[in-house]
């Protein structure tokens, strides 16, 4: 198979891990057959110095053009002062609607090795492995109005929703369970709100398109209790986008190191973008030490979604999974008896558990 892919380095670590992603790709790619060109363009921090913008039109325009994105992260103190559309941050929400990326997945695996590296008990986490599938696009933070009105003393955000948005990340969150377990939880809150039954009714029309998913409703604050407490009974969650945000933070307390999160964003034809779940983190850049999972487990992600290429995307898995619970870790983890590597190390034990794997 042959592929295109755009890769946005951005800032920080960002760009220290996207190499990293780059190199298992390859390593995936040798031992597939596959061809991956890889085409680098700018986003964030650095876009803004050369380019006077967080997301040049030549960064859109590429993306458009490219079979997925591969993004690092974008942001850092250097830039913190900037008036708002200078922002880094710009660029990420920027490329978000460039591309109609409706659908953020966020999967949560927690890893034997890594078990005490949560503040959760070990008997609570043990064995949990979800997919939070995430509304990205509509709902409380970009519905209209969103004001402050009174003088000031009064302010209104609106949480509003179409049939057709929420139909098609309810699709979204069938077909990943298809994927996965079949088993599909729909959160919401249909005892309060009125976006939350018609979300409801859609997910009861939509079962009989997926037969084989069985399907739950569960109310949002009950959910983030059961997160924690019983992580166990989810296997993939579909959620409006505020929700989503809580729940998948949250959910991350689940596998010990924000170094550890994949996530795509997807939409509904076009071109799907895969990012770490933490950011720049300026404290630690350029020291080469920051952990690479997150971003090689992201490109992991773009092979099942974009390429459909499931084989591959469990071989970066399990290489990720062998190496971590072979004791291997970065910095930001904890790990008793194991072995301390930096980025370009745990790449290179991954990458060659995938030759020879
Ligand atoms: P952060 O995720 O960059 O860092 C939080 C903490 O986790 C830091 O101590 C950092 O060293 C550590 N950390 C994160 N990823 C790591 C990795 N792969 N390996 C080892 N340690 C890791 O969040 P923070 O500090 O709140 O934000 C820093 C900058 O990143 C800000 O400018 C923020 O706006 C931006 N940001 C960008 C995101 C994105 O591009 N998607 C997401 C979140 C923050
Ligand atoms: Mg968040």
Redesign the pocket.
């Known amino acids: 198979m042959e592929k295109k892919i755009v890769l946005l380095p ?1 800032d ?3 760009a220290e ?1 996207i190499n990293s992603s780059k190199e298992v790709l390859n390593a995936i790619a040798n031992k597939f057959g596959h061809s991956f060109q890889f085409e680098s363009h700018d986003i ?1 921090g650095v876009a803004v110095d050369t380019h006077g913008t967080p997301l040049p039109d030549e960064t859109v325009e590429a993306c458009k053009g490219a079979d997925a994105v591969l ?7 250097k830039w ?1 002062q900037l008036p708002s559309h200078l922002r ?2 710009r660029g ?1 929400l920027g490329i978000r609607k460039a591309l109609d990326l409706f659908a953020n997945l966020r999967p949560v695996k927690g890893f034997e090795k890594l078990l005490h590296a949560s503040p959760l008990k070990e008997t609570v986490i043990n064995g949990s492995d979800l997919l939070i599938v995430r509304e990205l696009t509509g709902g409380l933070y970009f519905g209209e109005p969103s004001e402050r009105r009174d003088n000031g003393n009064a302010v209104v955000d609106t949480l509003s929703y179409t049939r057709k948005e929420i139909e098609r990340i309810v699709d979204k969150g069938f077909q990943s369970a298809q994927l996965r377990k079949k088993k599909l939880t729909s959160v919401d809150k249909a005892n309060v709100l009125e976006s939350s039954k018609l979300w409801r009714e859609i997910v009861e029309e939509k079962k009989a398109d997926y037969p084989d998913v069985e399907v739950d409703h569960v109310l949002v604050d009950a959910a983030a209790m059961k997160l924690i407490t019983n992580p166990d009974q989810f296997d993939v969650i579909v959620t409006e986008n505020m929700f989503g945000d809580i729940l998948s933070d949250e959910a991350s307390v689940l596998t010990g ?3 550890m999160l994949p996530s795509a964003s997807l939409a509904e034809n076009g071109v799907g973008l895969y ?10 850049a350029g020291k080469g ?7 090689i487990l992201s490109a992991a992600l773009m092979l099942r979604y974009s390429f459909g290429l499931d084989k591959e995307a469990l071989q970066i898995e399990a290489a990720v999974e062998h190496v971590v619970n072979d004791g291997y870790y ?3 983890l904890q790990v008793e008896n194991g072995t301390l590597l930096n980025t370009v190390e745990m790449t290179e034990q991954i990458a060659k558990y995938i030759d020879n794997g």
């Not at 993004?71 to 103190?77: E, I």
């Not at 030490?289 to 971003?295: L, R």
């Open positions: 951005g920080g670590i960002g891990v964030g993004l690092g992260a974008v942001g850092g103190p913190d880094p941050e990420l190191s924000l170094g990012e770490p779940a933490h950011g720049s983190a300026p404290d630690i030490i920051a952990n690479p999972i997150a971003m970065t910095a930001d």
